[in-house]
């Protein structure tokens, strides 16, 4: 498999090798050690989710923070998404910016996504199942959401009509509310979950 780091620190595209037959593929999706050796961290997987979404669900943006913070693994394993991820760490040199990916079943790429960073996608398909390996178990309190539809973020969603979400993503502040707030991790307590320090 292939693994890169995306323009966005602490963004991995997780690319598998196909191995076609006449049966049809077998892809080794996910090795611990080739994941931990690019992120120069171990990353261990202690729960994993499925979500299964309409077209034009749009969910998120969500990340977690604090010590339950979870560095997650996503795959499209039905259907096809746009997905973004948004550096929503305080005090980031790139805070505010955000990586599109365009994850899907044919390829099964897979988005790594670092502790603390918000993390959002919008269903293009019907019955579309998004994966999600985490690092850490759920905790709600440990839980932040931003309006993915925040105008100060101008998140390239392409809609062409309203998006289906829960009441509580619609609900979501905006960014600048969530700082205000207190709501977001800041960038030190995430560099020390990766185990590197603040930058001189």
């Known amino acids: 498999m292939e ?32 994941l931990s050796e690019a992120l120069g961290r171990n990353f261990t997987i202690a729960q994993s989710n499925l979500s299964v979404s309409h077209r034009r ?12 913070s979870q560095a ?13 991820v948004v550096d929503l760490r305080v005090g980031s040199p790139t805070f505010g910016r955000h990586e599109v990916v365009w994850l899907d079943h044919r390829s099964l790429t897979s988005l ?31 839980v932040y959401t931003v309006s993915a539809l925040d105008p100060a973020l101008a998140l390239p969603w392409g809609l062409t009509e309203p998006p289906v979400m829960s009441e509580s993503d619609l609900a979501a502040p905006s960014v600048e509310e969530a700082v205000a707030k207190d709501l977001l991790p800041t960038y030190e307590e995430c560099l020390e979950l990766y185990g590197r320090s603040v930058p001189a």
Do not use: W
């Not at 669900?57 to 339950?68: A, N, Y």
């Open 3 to 34: 693994i890169r780091n995306l323009a966005l620190p602490d963004v991995f595209l997780v690319t598998p090798r196909g191995f076609p037959d006449r049966r049809g593929t077998f892809y080794e999706s996910f090795r611990q050690d080739l």
């Open 72 to 84: 997650k693994l996503v795959t499209c394993l039905r259907g096809a998404v746009v997905d973004i």
């Open 112 to 142: 790594f996504i670092a502790e603390g960073l918000g993390h959002s996608f919008l269903a293009l398909d019907d019955d579309t199942v998004m994966n999600y390996h985490c690092s850490q178990p759920y905790v709600a309190d440990a």
């Open 57 to 68: 669900v749009l969910r998120g943006i969500h990340g977690v923070r604090g010590e339950f």
